[in-house]
């Protein structure tokens, strides 16, 4: 291992020690960029790496909202701008009871090399609230938009940082957040957000951008190995946006994806979620205040498989949606079993790395999260750009935009791995490419 690499690692671990999700990101991506730093002593002159894990600002404020009845509840809002040296920091907002500083600056780490990826002017930033929306009114979820907006819109602007949806937050919270925005500003600044309503700014298929996305780079890995996606079974876990957009689009290119899976447990589809009827109904759940995935059994009169993830289900292609860490070294070693050749992480850092190690000396081929989801944030920046030339991409635009990014977030990334003699390694190519360019545009903006 390079020693700059290792030290690095080990200044960065000895500061966050209590950081658990950070530093698994941290040396999963600084491990994988060993070989460019032998071959770059700038990096190391430049306190290149000293600077890249270390976020710009770290913001962390209280959130003050009324409940139905009348009470107060006290609730932890963050915003991590972790890189700008790319473009205004962008990324999105997590509402979830999880959300903590390691779980919001890996997020942010990751966003910076994602926003890298996609070619598009963009910093990389994340933040968000422990709050938890699960069954909470829709005017407790407007009350507690407003209350962390308050505090909020000091920090963001459409040419400093331009929040987004996660994770607990779709376009019902874009929308709230945005109204407390524009009423606290006076001014129509709808760039500051993105994943907003069609009426107000919003793109045209960015709620389905991520999920789209991820099959249109897909289809790239199976072009690369003489494959098709056509009759391919996928097993995916989670129910929320990003897993409705991509069992979507599966379905469309003649693929079916048969699990879906939430905290409570998973369902089996054996017929797949192919038809419009049961595509929709994802949306028709999730929208409901208690929504859960045994609904979705209920409703089809499917076996609920309580307490259990989808991953002992046969599939030739593996696809976490849901969460970070979702697949252990026990959950490695079933997928890897079932003798499928393809893993591709959807949600952000689904995977330890011993997993990553594990499935990939088992021959699958493994495609990062930060490359295979880019296309959520992609469209965010395409709507960024709408909105600051007060125009709107029509849906073949932004839908060409997208299939010719993540084409170039493959090739890229390919050629990357390519070039430092790694073969067809999307891991390091992705982590490669990304920062190559990030620290290019740390180097000519000075010391800071
Ligand atoms: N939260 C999404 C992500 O992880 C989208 C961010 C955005 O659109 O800014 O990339």
Redesign the pocket.
Known sequence: MNSYVQKVLDVTKAKNANEPEFLQTVEEVLTSLAPVIDKHPEYEANALLERLVEPERLIEFRVVWTDDAGKPHVNRGYRVQFNGALGPY?????FHPTVNLSILKF?GF??VL??SLTTLP?GGG?GGSDFDPHGKSDAEIMRFCQAFMTELYRHIGPDTD??????G?GGREVGYLFGQYRRIKDAYENGVL??KGQTFGGSLL?PE??GYGALYYAQQVFEHEHDSIKGKTFVLSGYGNVTWGAAKKIAELGGKAVTLSGHNGYVYDPEGIVTEEKINYLLTMRGSRDANIKMYADHFGLEFHAGEKPWAVKGDVYMPCATQNEVGMEEAKIIAASGAKYYFEVA?MPTSNEAIAYLKDAGMIVAP?KAV??G??????L?MSQNSMRYQWTEEEVDAKLHQIMKSIHDCSAEAAEKYGLGYDLIAGANIAGFEKVATAMIAQGWF
Not at 90 to 94: D, F, I, S, W
Not at 162 to 167: F, K, R, S, T
Request: charged share 25%; net charge positive; proline share 3%.
């Open positions: 962008k990324g999105g907002l997590r997020l990751e966003q994602k926003n963009i994340k331009v929040p987004a949806g996660d994770i937050v993105t994943g960015r951008a991520t952000n999260s989801n880019a959520g944030v992609a469209v965010s920046a709507e």
